[in-house]
């Protein structure tokens, strides 16, 4: 009598192994998956500004740490959403807080239990860098922001502060500065006029327009991570240089295509003085054989 098994029971077998290897793997990914959230829970911050006060865009803060992780890296962020759509030609930008008391690594960051610690940090906003500068993005101070969209026709600015810092877990942190969304109009905003001092500001705690910043959930981490990656990726390829947009002014979508449309522009403008070159020289003896029958000595 033949002690071994038939075939079909040493194929279900292998495939047995198979989905047993499959359901482990998926195991160990799910109880990794919760230890690092029970990481960051162990170790999340909890931010809370109990006041600000302006000196024309330049912000003294108090900021107490409720939670039970150190949040680091912070930085005061300015969101601003215009009527006409300029603030999708500016790009926000974090300005790191310095703390009062401390010096080095320690210079922006707070820890657990720490309360009422004076931060000091300006409220800007990226602007397009003209040619020759070093980089694409510079900061400018929200005030000449409001200025310069008020001289292209803007009627209505929606804007918040927010302090932004990183966790352990390398989790974003947020805290609003002010819970409501102000508003006022670019065009009564005059040469005295400041952060400190805002003409006709109205303030709305039900605005919505930038809770989508604050999305934590899986899509939302993940998006800017497939982004830039595909950029390396194709920036591998010769002669290819594509280079990243930040978010613009908003917060909530890349900045317009701004250094794209320039370029091409450029090129455009380029390639008609060429042709425009190229024709005058062609036609440079005829022209002037014209102008010798229409004007020469008869």
């Not at 690092?36 to 170790?43: F, S």
């Not at 690594?105 to 409220?123: L, Q, V």
């Not at 400190?196 to 500001?201: F, G, I, T």
Request: hydrophobic share 40%; aromatic share 10%.
């Amino acid at each position: 009598m033949s002690l071994v098994p038939p075939e079909w029971v040493l194929e279900w077998s292998q495939t047995i192994g198979a989905l047993g290897s499959v359901f482990v793997s998926l195991l160990l990914a799910i109880l990794y998956k919760r230890q690092q959230e029970q990481l960051a829970a162990d170790n999340k911050a909890l931010l809370e500004v109990s006041s600000v006060e302006w000196d024309r865009d330049d912000a003294t803060l108090k900021m107490s740490n409720f939670g039970n992780g150190v949040a680091a890296d912070l930085s005061l962020v300015t969101l601003a959403y215009v009527d006409t759509g300029e603030h999708r030609v500016y790009s926000s930008r974090r300005s790191f807080l310095k703390r009062e008391d401390k010096e080095g690594e320690w210079a922006n960051t707070i820890r657990p239990e720490e309360e009422d610690i004076i931060f000091h940090g300006k409220s800007k906003i990226g602007n397009m860098a003209p040619d020759g500068h070093p980089r694409r993005w510079y900061g400018i101070n929200f005030s000449l922001f409001i200025k310069q969209i008020a001289s292209r026709g803007a009627t209505e600015v929606k804007f918040i502060h927010i302090i932004k810092g990183s966790e352990l877990s390398k989790s974003p942190c947020f805290e609003v500065v002010s819970p409501w969304t102000q508003i006022i109009n670019p065009q009564d905003f005059g040469p005295s006029n400041s952060l400190e001092n805002l003409p006709s500001v109205s303030f709305h705690g039900s605005d919505d327009t930038f809770t989508p910043y604050f999305r934590q959930d899986t899509i939302s981490q993940i998006s800017p991570w497939i982004y830039h990656k595909g950029i390396r990726i194709m920036n591998t390829i010769p002669k290819v240089d594509i280079q990243s947009r930040p978010l613009d002014a908003s917060g909530l979508k890349p900045v317009k295509r701004v250094f794209l449309r320039a370029k091409i522009k450029e090129i455009t403008e380029r390639i008609r003085n060429i042709w425009l070159t190229l024709l005058t020289v062609s036609y440079l003896p005829l022209i002037l054989t014209v102008l010798e029958s229409l004007f020469g000595k008869k």
